[in-house]
């Protein structure tokens, strides 16, 4: 059975740090291209980052320089380290999985992948 499991999220205040974990389960780790997507209240689900099997990694602008997403294929789990948080980063946090190959590399496209966590909460704020 499929999982990936979410967890590290909170409160934190502007400027803060936040790292969190994505545990995937239930198929081959090292094929799969691994993102991160957030969805704030009353907006579309919008791809964060995310890194593909051969370790490239992706970000959307409003990130780049604050986030950083990694994998450890030994521990089978992926990391997204943020930093320099801002209120406008609150959402709640999704993990997704998709078999590398089956979509363009880099792909931030939430239909274009298959498997998904449970999210988890992200809230910056003073």
């Known amino acids: 059975q499929v999982q990936l499991v979410e967890s590290g999220g909170g409160l934190v205040q502007p400027g803060g740090s936040l790292r969190l974990s994505c545990a995937p389960s239930g198929f081959n780790f090292d094929y799969y291209d691994i993102a991160w997507f957030r969805q704030a209240p009353g907006k579309e689900r919008e791809g964060v980052s995310c890194?593909?099997?051969?370790?490239?990694?992706y970000y959307v602008d409003s990130v780049k320089g604050r986030f950083t997403i990694s994998r450890d294929n030994a521990k089978n789990t992926v990391y997204l380290q943020m930093t320099s948080l801002k209120v406008e980063d609150t959402a709640v946090y999704y993990c997704?999985?998709?078999?590398?190959?089956?979509?363009?590399?880099?792909?931030?496209?939430?239909?274009?992948?298959?498997?998904w966590g449970q999210g988890t909460q992200v809230t910056v704020s003073s």
């Open positions: 890194v593909t099997k051969d370790d490239s990694t």
């Open positions: 997704a999985a998709e078999f590398s190959g089956r979509m363009e590399k880099g792909s931030l496209l939430a239909y274009e992948y298959g498997y």
